[in-house]
Each structure stands twice: as C-alpha cells, then as structure tokens.
C-alpha cells in the first residue's frame, strides 16, 4: 500500500520465480526414480533365472507368490548351489542338486520337513511312491507352495487318482478343528495388530496347527479322528488364554467410557462458568 | 446476583471434577512406577532320578509350555524348553543321534540346546533345576 | 481463605505478584470478537506438556539399543500396569501435535494473523512445524518395529536425490549405510534431548513475540469498525492493546480450558476405541533389515510428500517441488503484503489457500489408497 513496499516487492518475486526455475533447471538431467527398493539382495539364482523366458523363468514368478518367498527362503535351500556367486550358483561340487526325480521328491522336501516325510512315507500314499502315488509336489506344487489348509483336499485334486468317498471322510473328520485354529489364529492376529505380546501364544498355535496338518499326511481317517480329540484339548487351552484377554479388553474400553465422560463433563462446566462471566 | 450463585456451584463441581480427573490421572501413573514384586515363580515340578534312564528325555508341562529333561549318555542331567526357537513347534527327541530334532522345519539342537543346524535362531532357553537326594526338582 | 490471603500478601510483599496477576491475567486485555480458534495455542501447549510427560515415563523402561528396544516396548505394552496406556497416549498424542498443529496454521493463515507486525510469529511457528515433523520421524524409529525400520529407511532415502550431497548426507543421517543400531542412538538422541529442547525454546520464543507485540484482532464478527483496529502504522514501535476488551483471567482462560477438555475427549476417544488407526500389525513385528514389508507408507502428515515423490519421475524434482512450497510458506507474510485481513475480500488468497489445502488434502487420500 505505501510506495517503499511495492518497490521492495518486484525483488522477492523475482528471487522466488529465479528459486523456481533453478529447480526446474536441475533436474534437466534426468535421473531415474528411485522405488523403495529393499535393501537386502536377492540370490543370483532368482536375479538370472528371473530374466529368463518361459520353462526356465516361470519357476521364478511362481516363486514369489509362495509362503517360501514370504520367508526368505530361496531356490538354493531346496536345490543347493551357492546363492551369492553365479560361477558356482551350479556347481555340483558345491552342493548343487538340481531337480529331483520323482522318487526323490519327499527326501528333497524333508530335509526341511522331517514329520511330515515321516508320516507321509508310512502312509498308503507313500508305498505308493513312483508306482502312480501322489508325493509332495502332487498336492502342494513345487514352487507356488502356499500355506496349507483343507483347501488343498479338494474333488479335483483326489479325482485324479480315485473317488472322491475316502478324502471327503478326512476332510470332514478335519474341518471342525480346522475351522477352531483358524478362528484362533484370526483372533491372535487381531490382538498382534493391537499390540498383545502373542509371541507364546501364536507358537503354541503353530506347533498345533503343524501337528493337526501333519496327520493328514498319514491319510488314516481313524488315527486322525482320535488324535484330534487331543488336539481341541490344547485349542481350548489357547481359546480360553484370549478370552482372557479380550475380557481385559473390554474393561479398557469401559473404563474409557468413564474417562471420555468425564472429559465431556469438565467441558461443559468450564463453557457455563464462562457463560457467568460474559 | 444470581450469576454469583451459579459462579458457586458451578466451581464446586469444576473443584470436585477437576480432583477426580487429576487422581484418574495419577493412580495408573503411580501403578506404572511402582516396583514389581518379582515375577510370579512358576509351579516347580518334581520327579524321582530313576525316572529318567540314561539317553534318555522326559516331556513335561512347566509354565504352560512344553519343556524337557535329559539326561545324556554322559550322565548330565539338563532341562531345557522344548518350544522350538524358530516357529514354535515341539522338538522331538531323536534317541538314536542323541540330539533334538523339530519335525517342522528340521532344526536340530544338541543336548545342552545349542543349535546345530536348520533355521532356529536361538538355543533352547534352560530352565533352572536342583539334584538333590535322588530327587529332580525343576523350576 | 484468611490464610490464603496471608499467604498471597506474603508472596506479594516479595515479587509483587499483585502486579503480575493483573498484567498478565486479570488486565491482560484481549479483543471482544475474539473466538475459539484463539484457543488452539494453549492446546498445542498441554499436547506438548503432556508428550513430555508420557515421553519420560516411557524413557524409564524403554532401552535404546537395536537388539532390546522392540522387546522394552512390547514389555511396556504388556507387563507394565498401565504401560500401554502411556505408550498409546503418547503415540496418539504425536499425531493429534500434528492435526492440532495444522488447525492452528489453517486459522493464523485464514484470519491473517501473519500480516505486519506479527510476520515473526508466522515464521517461528513455522520453524515449530518443521521441528514437530523432526521429532515425530525421529520418534517413529524408536519400537524398532518392521514399520518404524522401513519407514525410516524409506524417508532417509529420499534425501539421496539432493545432488552432489545426497548419498553422504543421507549417510549422516543414519549414521551408517543402511538403517541399523547407529541410526537409533542418534535419532533416539535427537527426539528425548535435542529437538525438544529446541522446540521448548521456540516456543519461548513465539509467546514472547505474542505478548510483545500484543494479539491481533480477528477480521470479522466485530461490533464495529473502531475494534478490527486501526491498520498497523509502521513508525515506531506499540503494543497493540485492546482497551476495553475481554480480560484473558478468567474469561478467556475459561475458554482455552473448555478447548482443552474437548481436545481431551476426542484424544481418549482415540486412545481408548480407535488406536488403531495409527498402528499397522507390522507395527508389533520385529525390525527385519532383510525383508521389506510390502505396503510401507509413512505416517498420514507425511502421506502428501511421499505421493508427490511418486508423481514426479525424477526425485530430484519431486523434492524441489516440495521445497518451494514449503519456501513459500513460510514466507507467507513477505510475500502477502496487502493489509487487508478479512479473507472474504481477498479473493486471489482465498483461491490459493483453499486450492492450496484442496490440493494437500487430495494428495494424503491419494497417498492413503496408493
């Protein structure tokens, strides 16, 4: 409004406007975005094979849908070879082992999966292996493994094979403890997102969860109807540890009510006592 | 003036809210600092020395998780927990290599709970124990 | 109440608090249309009051090193009595800084609170801003938690596009290459000492420039002309008093604490039914420095600058962007020169502004659902 501002005023702009430009100025060169790449780098076995086309790439794409992959587990845990050097990511010598053959598959799998090789190899899927018998890749996949559940007993899996009669009894005799765990395992999950130490709690579901799924492997409908008896016994164990602690809850949030209230109600007594002075 | 009655009372109930709000405050501040008595001790568990042959691991209950007692071929007598350190599961005793193995994921642990090998990323946590006139009492 | 009396006379006698009281409170004069949006400040101050509180008590079991600072905060959360309601009040008190924070600008900037002579005020609270935003990313690191390592790592990054400086003074930053134990003890220095004692003294600072210059009058709802005051005439130093105006003690201390006690119920109402909303479940995981999570975003006041970032192909001039903006802002009032101050009448501001606000708010839902 008066003169010695406005003069003062064309100076600023022009300094902002050069400010701008300057910015615009240095990036001419352009520089590639940067995502947020994770720090950590990924084996040479999944940085080649991941550029490959078709048989030899597809493992990899797979792969990182896979409950391995969510875990860090990468192609040499399974078939050897040196993760970081890509002269002996395939060298025998250095413990690469390739792909198994058939009968190989569930003594390459149980190096990581003891128990459930066990059961598997006792069981009438097992003396069937390399005669038409189904083995671990026949069911699970071999590298878009996901974490199991009863889904993978399905009638187009089992058909392959035989009727459908004997798996639906497993199935069946397994989905009422199936639908406690995952139950169980939804509520853990809540309380984790919440900030509940369930570290006891979510590995005394998993070594449960192993145990029940291991069974099946054994596919004895009788040894699995009997052994989840004792399996709902440590379920109700976990269930009543979080009904203790959802009732915890529920008090917090009474008491909050409480402490809400009464917030609310100095409002309103410090906005009437100002009314008196106004 | 009738300002000055309502000025009363309305201060009245400002003073006792107000109170009531500063102990709300207080009290969990006060829980928050005190000293802890120490951690409620576990039930300790007993069990006769016979009871546990030589090479052998007995599988017990002690603070509502699975642990285990051994007692190697070399005579020592260790108690450990038998929560696998990787993901949970029970490890299972292997008489025949005299080591533990987790049938999950195979992580496999030495007698005293060290890790040998597979994914755990921690030993075996030990659980204290006293010998004493052919008795063992863990915890 | 006679010994009350004794007890003031005897305190009077020695400072004459007499005269204190009826300075600073009973004839502390403040405008007659003054409104609520006046009360933000002394929200702003039990926010920070209270962050201080809840941050010590927190600082008496948390540790800050890399292998126990997730198992010291899942202890408090679970084992301390009341351990989660201090984590969470001071959690959730962080970000209601922040909101309250940016209520408080909204209404400086609408009422044009930062005209002449309080351009000052404008640019300490803006130095407050930036400070607030240091200490709630510092503070972010300190659970070690999944998020609070890749969040940390992902905003440190984004200081690697500064040319020339970049990659180094992203490794001074962290104190090491990659996010790791350095970074903690650092930033874990930054938030308990350093940032609040900065902020403690700027807030000094703003309230002494407050007092000192004296409270601008709103632009409306005036009774009449005489009190929106006369325009500031630049040629000697007052102090803009309002003869005839509202006394701060009690009238207006009431009114700042009926803000407070509102402010307090929506905070518990946060901390108690929706806590939530602040927290991830990879909030409660373990950092992992070799394994990203896969939807890491920063805090929701950060949201617009991290989709901007992503707009822009290069970094550089995503960062550039950015700066000007803030630049920009914070030289608010030496750019607005116009004396005008009710917002109705400056119709090139008010676009601005609200395409400005319009503008931060579509890039946080953007950056939300992205």
């Known amino acids: 409004m008066t003169d010695h501002r406005q003069t003062r005023r064309p100076y ?9 430009l300057a910015s615009c100025a240095l990036f001419a060169a352009p520089q590639p975005a940067r995502a947020a790449a994770p720090e950590q780098p990924e084996t040479v076995c999944i940085q080649c094979h991941g550029t490959l086309p078709d048989r030899l790439g597809a493992p990899v794409k797979l792969w990182r849908t896979s409950i391995h992959s969510e875990n860090g587990i990468s192609c040499n845990a399974c078939h050897g070879g040196d993760p970081k050097d890509a002269a002996d990511a395939m060298n025998r010598a250095r413990g690469f082992l390739g792909a198994p053959k058939e009968t190989d598959i569930p003594a390459f799998c149980g190096r990581c ?17 390399g005669m038409g018998g189904p083995h671990c890749v026949t069911c699970h996949g071999n590298h878009q493994v996901v974490k199991a559940s009863l889904d993978l007993i399905n009638e187009k899996s089992c058909t392959r094979c035989h009727s459908f009669e004997r798996a639906r009894a497993i199935r069946d005799a397994m989905q009422q403890t199936e639908g406690y765990i995952v139950g169980i395992d939804r509520r853990i999950k809540g309380f984790q997102a919440e900030g509940v130490d369930t570290d006891r709690l ?51 949030k009474q008491a909050g009510g409480f402490a809400i209230a009464g917030a609310l109600l100095l409002a309103v007594l410090f906005h009437l006592m100002k009314k008196t002075f106004d | 003036m009738e300002n000055d009655g309502r000025r009363k009372f309305l201060g009245v109930c400002l ?43 007995k599988f017990f209950e002690y603070a509502g998780a699975s642990a285990v007692l051994v007692k190697t071929s070399a005579g020592a007598v260790i108690a450990l927990s038998a929560v696998c350190t990787h993901l949970g599961c029970i490890v299972q005793w292997e008489k025949a290599t005299q080591d533990f193995l987790c049938p999950c994921h195979a992580g496999r642990y030495a007698p005293d709970g060290t890790v040998l090998s597979g994914p755990p990323p921690r030993p075996l946590a030990k659980i204290p124990f006293t010998v004493a006139d052919g008795k063992i009492l863990v915890g | 109440m006679g010994l009350f009396k004794r007890l003031y006379d005897w305190i009077d006698l020695r400072i004459g608090a007499r005269e204190i009281v009826k300075k600073e409170l009973t004839g502390y004069l403040l405008p007659r249309n003054i409104n609520e949006w006046y009360s933000l400040g002394s929200v702003l101050l039990v926010i920070f009051a209270l962050q201080v509180a809840t941050g010590m008590l927190l600082m008496v079991y948390y540790v800050p090193d890399a292998d126990k600072a997730f198992k010291s905060v899942t202890f408090i959360m679970n084992e301390l009595p009341y351990g989660w309601l201090i984590r969470l009040c001071h959690a959730v008190g962080s970000n209601m800084m922040v909101a309250v924070l940016l209520l408080h600008m909204l209404s400086t900037m609408m009422m044009k609170s930062y005209k002449s002579p309080r351009e000052l005020n ?73 940032i609040p004692v900065i902020i403690a003294g700027t807030i000094a600072a703003h309230l002494f420039l407050l007092k000192r210059t004296g409270i601008s009058t709103p632009p409306f709802g005036a009774k009449d002309a005489a009190e929106t005051g006369a325009p500031w005439q630049p040629e000697s130093y007052h102090y803009q008093g309002h003869p005839g105006g509202i006394p701060f003690f009690p009238n207006y201390a009431l009114q700042d604490l009926t803000s407070i006690s509102v402010y307090f119920a929506v905070f518990l109402a946060v901390v108690f039914y929706a806590p939530n909303l602040l927290f991830t479940p990879d909030a409660f995981v373990p950092a992992n ?20 970032l992503k707009i822009f192909p290069s970094e550089l001039l995503g960062l550039s962007v950015q700066a000007a903006a803030m630049t920009f802002l914070a030289l608010l009032p030496f750019i607005d020169r116009s004396p005008e101050r009710n917002p109705l009448k400056r119709p090139l501001f008010l676009v601005c502004a609200i395409g400005g606000i319009l503008l931060w708010l579509g890039l946080t839902i953007w950056g939300h659902f992205s």
Not at chain 3, 289 to 308: G, S, V
């Open chain 1, 12 to 20: 600023l702009r022009g300094a902002l406007a050069a400010l701008l």
């Open chain 1, 113 to 129: 999966h003891p128990g459930v090789m066990k059961d598997y190899l006792a069981s009438a899927h097992g003396k069937k292996l």
């Open chain 1, 202 to 252: 979510g590995k005394g579901l998993f070594a449960v969860r192993n145990r029940f799924h291991t069974l099946f492997h054994d596919v004895d409908v009788a040894r699995v109807k009997a052994e989840s008896a004792q399996i709902n016994v440590e379920l109700g164990k976990l269930d009543r540890d979080l009904i203790v602690i959802e009732q915890a809850r529920v008090k917090r």
């Open chain 2, 15 to 57: 003073a006792g809210a107000s109170v009531a709000a500063a102990a709300a405050a207080a009290y969990p501040v006060f829980r928050y600092l005190a000293p802890r008595s120490d951690a409620q001790g576990a039930k300790k568990i007993e069990f006769a020395a016979s009871d546990l042959p030589e090479g052998e691991a």
């Open chain 3, 122 to 194: 404008w640019v300490t609270g803006f130095i407050l801003l930036t400070l607030v935003q240091g200490i709630s990313l510092t503070g972010y690191l300190l659970p070690w938690s999944q998020l609070s390592f890749w969040a940390t790592t992902v905003a440190t990054n984004s200081a690697a596009a500064i040319p020339v400086a970049g990659p180094y003074l992203v490794e001074f930053l962290r104190g090491s290459k990659l996010v790791g134990p350095p970074t903690l003890g650092r930033f874990f220095a930054m938030h308990v000492g350093v």
């Open chain 3, 289 to 308: 420095p070799f394994q990203t999570p896969a939807h890491i975003k920063p805090e929701w006041y950060f949201l617009a600058n991290y989709q901007t």
